[in-house]
């Protein structure tokens, strides 16, 4: 059942290899007369991009994105938008070694026993290049959510057990700091330890966190298409996110109701919330809060330490890995994160649209 | 779009308030010729209908199932199987005081917000009730899945900061301890601290494990469709919830990969790994090994404490809830865990029956 | 994968058998706040129930619907609506005799080769009855199309080769003739030849017309969710539905182009088509003409002469079915065609609502 | 809610415009371990391109396929196959003169009225060109049917009232004939009679039917997703196609249940069907006879006499088209039905699998 189509009115379809001749996706069901370029791709693909800092991966890649469908005089045209990306860089020799032995930590084993065989080369389509496709359809629903004001912001929150100063939070920080932190400081103190880490052949994981603000209350639909659930369901779906809080998350399940409950107040021009717990939605439906979520990645299990395993054939072997690798995966994948949210948060806002009868009834006597 | 709609193989669509006249459930796409009987139901109904014990609401339910379609002479048909639970002891005026306020952690809001008015009597849609429908769907699942060796079992982990001890872990006791601990000690701890916070006028969250064995290897889709973003959302939709661990979950985001990665061994049947750090799961496709995750529930928003919110017309108002109500969600919510799972596990192994070209073409050559 | 789910923004999921205890459906995602009484739907019920005249099945169901969840106070709530309808006259003894054989024309063969067994019990649930479910969910449309200036209308085109008089056409006729015509002289003649192939143990088919006024040009999806397609997909579900035309159908693969286009003129208010071979679809996507389908209806394949056929172990045997049956699906299969129309009119003018980006920022600019 | 993609279980996602820079399609859910090659694919490109014979568009296009993913060392990997094809012979300037104007026949106008603009350049996604990416999906997925003794096979019954005489019926023809005909002396009349037609500046309809063989009893889905249902909009889905039947289609709208009714007889190795009035569809599932359905397709909006129409201002003006156009687009539509039929099949058939509980649970006992 497929497994690489997202979305119910959106509908994004990804494809590609890490090291096939090219990754992609085709977004289908994006509104009509949306004025788009290839930059407005790009400055998203280029946050993700390998080796742009020394704690990256060192391997090279452009990234650079070709629109081949459903742009047309600069605007959207309602029908579906095919974007494309180039793999320039493959070193598909760095897994030759690799073809018949299951690395500790990846897919190898669970994709050979599912179909049967697999593309060995650099995890194939396992590899968090995989990520190309979510980042440019996201990218599309970031530009058409900042225009309904809804501003959707993922950082690092954490490397192993640096975290982030909340009084030091500064936005811009986030494009510019090598780690994605928006706290200068924390951004030195896990360079320095990232560096360490790398020196001792070992890797690090870390906690994003993504903040949307501006979303009306009532987004989400009950039941089994809550906010929650699909923003889980969403940022789970990247590979090695291992566990997900929405709002105060875990802490909740020791509290008391009278400490977790988030008293209603008029702040003159709408109902708000004293505290948000809630981390911005009540009932799976969105209460008019920020809403907060964050995502805990597991540390990059290509690690150059000689570690034990099995081949294909069940024999206890050793492995050490070659190759690229980046020591931790979070700063790359903070705008995989933002842009998931950015799809699932559209995708209900649409959805939305027709969860009133004169919603529905105006909208078309409106157009007549 | 819809929201109380779930699956892809097999497909649930979930109906029915708090204080209507029923609850249920219509199940598309069961496979025919499973025998069943009500019994087979009635027994996992029976695990969450309320008024069990001391710890739970006082509101009493019988939550007995009929069964109106898709069985003939005990078994499946293969069409739609609807189910249905008539409520018998709403009191309807217990909410009257509610209608135009805003209950604090509650769904009040967020739904006026939505669709412009509310079924306010026992929160309507947004009832723990709701889950009348799917329990009734996951015990049909639970059924098949255990024809085909495949073992769901939740339970209660934690209650506010009092957890089960590993080394006292009975699963039987899951059905006889008030709390659905299966650690007696723990369990008789529990209550006497719900007690306590009972009289307190508060309520407590807690913790719920699932765990499930016997999945083989290679269920799960890769991209958006893993079986942990799968799980994931299944269990998030589940109200109350608001964190989702896969395997060690939070734990890894400190770790280095040394420590976390997962050595395969060969014990002499199949590969197996040393550790289970992931939680039965490698790149979004289950590894053979049992699959564990665990869902953070927050404490029940309804307390007998006077509280401060707002009502529909914004003015700052006092409230005083009344009603029947659980002290804590998770006991109940065990069995609603499981069921989820249940129905999320059945229908990726039923996609993943045509994960390979020889699968189908030797299906239909046995068929002909 | 299910098959008795329809729909995207408004899911309907129906169940039920002809001999079982009740049928019905749940309808997911429809709109809040639209006013509903049990009548709205139940005038849609009385149009297809049997027994209501000479020339349909003499069992007398009453098809009382009960709504059980989604309407508060008079409206719709935005939850599932569930409906359901009791079997009242079952005669599970008229079918004992065909327990093990295959009726020609039915469904017997095909659904025991797919699922090993059925309940064959007045067809089960292949049985005309499985349509109460789709009648109470497009009764639900029909109520909101109306509020738009839309207005679905089907009506019995011909039985076997007599054909209503266009000149004749008075749409309240539809309602009040035994065959649903328009026309109340072809009815006349048609009751009699009904009457006459009664007589001759034999019966009829038909054809249905569908014609819907008041859509707006740009409603439909491009490519595969071409209105046109799915309306054929709509109505060809239907029971004993074997072609399907849209606009002049398959007269136009005879035809030239310079016959078969529809020049478009200005008059004076929108563009207009001087003709309409169409059907009021271009590219499947409405032209703001009238929108016009036709379905062809083979005869009742239930006929009360000796027959033909082999058992369950393939022996040939003969088979003279008892029961009661319309001489002629036709009459009450034309307010189901309507309803399905309906369904699928309304699904999509809701999808419509998000195809332009400036849409969708209204929607929200005006929401805050 | 999209519109450009399609099936369950194999999901494919069509993109592309006529003068865009390429066209193709993702097909995701195909299963692993298919041995596939670009010949594999290409043979089903060359039986739509254009150019191939005097009776079509005179636009020369390669339509030379890439594939980009999914398949590795010979075989598919069972994640996304992302098919491409560039557009190499453009001529923008032909419709520069339409931009503005509404051709009568044509989606111009539906189009701008949905989305607000249209990429006019021949047709932009209306085009036929759109359905490169069908073709490409569906050669994958004859291929594997082709392994499962199922085939599929289209091909012209008649242009304007040309139609194939049934004792001439050569199916190695289909692919020799300019016209796609299975009959050379029907073809020879038909090339003649779309000369004539070409030379009075005129256009063509006719009839594609389709027969599928070797199907199993068993495949469709009750109620919503009938085998005939699916076919029918898969079918319908295909621009210019204004009618479909099944089996004898609206024949049977005027005969009587004895005429129409096919008997059962038992052949000695499994039942069959004395005739086969149904086309191999009874209850909407596959009686294991041959399934047999026709599209009737108008003819070519584009023809080169002068016409009324009216501009994007609504004033009334002729117009004159220039380009490449078919006289008739049957022979190139024939390879689209055959491929949206075999799509439909499949991916029904995969469904199927999973229709009996043992099937599940046999095809777990057996991995294991």
Redesign the interface.
């Known amino acids: 059942?497929?497994?690489?189509?997202?979305g119910?009115?959106?509908?994004i379809?990804?494809?590609?290899?890490s090291h096939?001749?090219?990754?992609?996706v085709?977004v289908?069901?994006f509104?009509?007369?949306?004025e788009l370029n290839k930059e407005d791709i790009q400055k998203f693909m280029d946050r993700r991009k390998p080796g742009k800092s020394e704690v990256t991966t060192s391997r090279k890649e452009k990234d650079e994105v070709?629109i081949?469908?459903?742009v047309?005089e600069g605007?959207?045209?309602?029908?579906?938008?095919?974007m494309?990306v180039r793999n320039t860089s493959q070193r598909s020799a760095d897994y030759s070694n690799i073809k018949d032995i299951?690395r500790?930590?990846?897919?190898d084993?669970?994709?050979d026993?599912?179909?049967?065989?697999?593309?060995y080369r650099g995890g194939?389509?396992?590899s968090g290049r995989?990520t190309i496709g979510r980042v440019a359809a996201g990218a599309l629903c970031m530009k058409?959510l900042s225009?309904?004001?809804v501003e959707v912001t993922a950082f690092t929150r954490?490397i192993?057990?640096i975290a982030i100063d909340e009084k030091n939070f500064d936005k811009k920080n986030i494009l510019l700091t090598a780690t994605a932190m928006p706290d200068l400081e924390a951004d030195k103190r896990a360079v320095e330890y990232i560096r360490a880490?790398q020196e001792e052949k070992?890797?690090?994981?870390?906690?994003i966190e993504c903040r949307i603000k501006g979303v009306?209350?009532?987004?989400?639909?009950?039941?089994?298409?809550?906010l929650?659930?699909?923003l889980?369901?969403?940022v789970?779906?990247i590979?090695a996110?291992?566990?997900?809080?929405?709002?105060?998350?875990?802490l909740?399940?020791?509290?008391?109701?009278?400490?977790?409950?988030?008293?209603?107040?008029?702040n003159s021009i709408?109902?708000t919330k004293?505290t948000n717990h809630?981390?911005g939605?009540?009932?799976?439906?969105?209460?008019?809060d920020e809403i907060i979520l964050r995502a805990?990645?597991?540390?990059?299990?290509?690690?150059f330490?000689t570690?034990?395993?099995?081949d294909r054939e069940?024999?206890?072997v050793t492995i050490n890995i070659h190759g690229r690798h980046d020591p931790v995966i979070v700063p790359r994948a903070v705008v995989v994160v933002e842009c998931m949210c950015a799809l699932t948060i559209l995708d209900l806002?649409?959805?939305?649209?027709?969860?009133?009868?004169?919603?529905?009834?105006e909208?078309?006597?409106k157009?007549?």
């Open positions: 059942m497929a497994g690489s189509i997202y119910k009115n959106i509908m379809s990804t494809w590609g290899e096939g001749d090219a990754l992609g085709v289908d069901g509104p009509a007369g949306m070709e081949l469908s459903g047309f605007r959207t045209t309602g029908t579906p938008i095919s494309l299951y500790p930590g990846h897919a084993y669970s994709y026993e599912k179909y049967g065989f697999r593309d194939g389509r396992a995989e058409l225009k309904m004001g954490s192993g057990d880490c070992d890797s690090l994981g870390g906690v009306p209350a009532g987004i989400g639909e009950p039941v089994f298409d809550k929650d659930a699909a889980s369901k969403a789970m779906s590979g996110v291992k566990a997900v809080e929405i709002g105060d998350g875990l909740v399940s020791a509290r008391k109701g009278s400490e977790n409950n988030d008293s209603f107040e008029n709408r109902v004293k809630s981390g939605i009540l009932g799976g439906i969105s209460d008019g805990h990645v597991k540390p990059t299990p290509s690690i330490r570690q034990h395993t099995v069940g024999k206890d806002m649409i959805s939305n649209m027709s969860s009133r009868a004169d919603y529905i009834t909208f078309y006597k157009l007549k």
